[in-house]
C-alpha cells in the first residue's frame, strides 16, 4: 500500500472546516426533529440513503431493509427507520435470527463498492479526508490526540486524518471494524457521512454519481434530501413511533 493510499495524520484542519458552516445543528428547527442536513452537508446536487444490511444468524447472509419490510408487512421506503419496519409486523418473529444493522458502522463490502464508484466522480481520489469521532473508546483514536488534527462538529468532535480514496477502507484499529465517519475528496465532489447512532449512510454528490449508487445492485439505497427527518420518529409512513 502506497503513502498516499494509507491513512496519515494531518497538523491543520482546516481542510474540514467547510463542515462546520454547512452542516445544520442537529435539533436545530425547534429540537423536535432532527434532519438530514444536520449530517450530510449542503450544496451537492443529489443525495442518496445507503442502508446498512441487518444479517441471519447462523446463515451468514445479508438481509435488505426492504426483505425485513416484506416479511413484517411493513412498507420500504426512503425514510423508513428500523424500528418502525420491524416492530410493526414482528419481522424478528418471522425471520429468526434476524439481527439489526450495526449503527455507525457501514460494513467493508459496502464501504469496498462505494469507493469504487466515488473514485469516478471526484478529479483528486488520491487525495481524501477521513474524520473520525473521537467518542468510540478505541485506544489507537485516543492515541492520536496531539499527533493529528482535530476539529469540533456541533456537538462531536473528530480526528482528521489523510490519504487516497482506498483508505477509506483502512480500519482505525485492527481489533475494531470502525472506519471513518465522514469522508471527502479534496475536491468536494462528494461527501460520504456515517453518524455515530444511526444505521445508515449518506452521501451527497452530483447527480451521475447518486445516480450510479441509486443502481447499484450491490448498494440498498434510495434517493435522500438534506430535508428529510432523520430522528427516530422520521418514518411517516410505517409505525409504530419510537418513545426512545
Not at 434532519?35 to 443525495?47: K, L, N
Not at 472506519?179 to 444505521?199: L, N, Q
Request: include cysteine; proline fraction near 6%.
Amino acid at each position: 500500500m502506497t503513502e498516499r493510499r494509507r491513512l496519515v495524520p494531518v497538523s491543520d484542519a482546516e481542510p474540514a472546516l467547510w463542515l462546520a458552516s454547512a452542516l445544520e445543528k442537529p435539533w436545530g428547527r425547534g429540537g423536535i426533529a432532527n434532519y438530514a442536513a444536520a449530517v450530510i452537508p449542503r450544496g451537492f446536487a443529489a443525495y442518496a440513503r445507503l442502508f446498512h444490511p441487518a444479517y441471519l444468524a447462523g446463515e451468514g447472509r445479508d438481509i435488505t431493509w426492504a426483505e425485513t419490510a416484506a416479511h413484517a408487512g411493513t412498507r420500504s421506503h426512503a425514510r423508513m427507520q428500523w424500528h418502525a419496519i420491524t416492530q410493526a409486523g414482528d419481522a424478528g418473529g418471522k425471520l429468526r435470527g434476524l439481527v439489526s444493522p450495526e449503527a455507525g458502522r457501514m460494513p467493508e463490502r459496502m464501504l469496498e463498492a462505494l469507493a469504487g464508484i466515488l473514485a469516478r466522480h471526484t478529479g483528486t481520489p488520491e487525495s481524501c479526508h477521513f474524520a473520525f469521532w473521537d467518542g468510540w473508546g478505541i485506544p489507537e483514536l485516543a492515541a492520536l490526540r496531539g499527533r493529528t488534527a482535530h476539529v469540533r462538529l456541533w456537538d462531536r468532535g473528530y480526528y482528521l486524518m489523510r490519504g487516497g480514496i482506498r483508505a477509506a477502507l483502512e480500519r482505525i484499529s485492527p481489533l475494531f471494524p470502525q472506519h471513518a465517519s465522514i469522508w471527502w475528496p479534496e475536491d468536494r465532489a462528494w461527501c460520504v457521512a456515517t453518524e455515530v447512532d444511526f444505521m445508515w449512510t449518506y452521501v451527497g454528490g452530483s447527480e451521475a454519481c447518486i445516480a450510479e449508487i441509486l443502481t447499484d445492485q450491490r448498494l440498498e439505497a434510495w434517493r435522500a434530501s438534506p430535508d428529510d427527518r432523520a430522528d427516530a420518529n422520521g418514518d411517516d409512513v410505517n409505525a409504530p413511533r419510537c418513545q426512545c
